[in-house]
């Protein structure tokens, strides 16, 4: 329900209505589901909306949030491409595990400019090439990619440390000082940047699904 022009969802912990529950297949974000939608409060106070499972295809209408939230789990949906967020300055935290992602929008990091953590484990990213759209991402320290075929390239973790020097884990490991140090001598000079256009263009397929 809105109140005094708010936006407000269910209580905190408060789960989706059987009605919602029933239509978990091909759903789109409306502003129904965003209202009823479960809500919950971290031990830190950061505000969560769930939209995990409802078979979402593709990302829409999160400016009916108003920005009330510091992270957005769309998990175990059917999104195929990171695109169509509006400007939420208060989000920090972007949960989109197990969907069919292969691609990432140029102006993501525009529209969430604060964002800390991004997850996409178990998604469809087959090439560094389409990474590079997390360059512009100034605050990012946590990316997860577990689960992507992407992550069988080789020099895959030295090419994120250059493209992304904020990252202070990527797929749960912490980035070392050593790391850094080779990733910075790899890409160096005119043969790094040759090497890094060659890796950045190798595609690693996805694994057919049964």
């Known amino acids: 329900r809105r109140v005094h022009g708010e936006f407000r969802g269910r209580d905190t912990l408060a789960y989706p209505s059987r009605k919602l529950i029933a239509r978990k297949t091909g759903m789109r974000i409306t502003l129904e589901l965003l209202q009823n939608a479960q809500q919950s409060i971290s031990p830190t106070k950061d505000r969560l909306i769930s939209l995990r499972g409802f ?9 009916a949030t108003q920005d009330h939230f510091d992270a957005i789990d769309l998990s175990d949906n059917d999104i195929i491409k990171v695109a169509n967020i509006p400007p939420l300055k208060r989000l920090k935290t972007l949960i989109l595990a197990n969907n069919r992602i292969a691609r990432i929008d140029e102006d993501v990091a525009d529209c ?14 087959e090439k ?16 997860t990619l577990c689960d992507n075929p992407v992550t069988k390239i080789e020099h895959y973790r030295e090419f994120l440390i ?11 490991q912490r980035v070392t000082d050593k790391e850094r ?18 890796i950045a263009q190798k595609v690693a397929r996805s694994i057919p699904v049964a």
């Open 162 to 172: 250059a493209l992304v020097p904020s990252l202070r884990y990527i797929d749960f």
């Open 128 to 143: 560094l090439a389409d990474l590079e759209p997390l360059a512009k991402f100034k605050h990012i320290e946590r990316l």
């Open 112 to 125: 969430i400019p604060n964002c800390t953590s991004l997850v996409l484990t178990n998604n469809r990213m």
């Open 181 to 198: 140090q080779a990733a910075k001598l790899l890409f160096s000079g005119a043969e790094g940047a040759k090497l890094r256009e060659e």
């Open 55 to 63: 078979k979402i295809p593709a990302i829409e209408n999160l400016g």
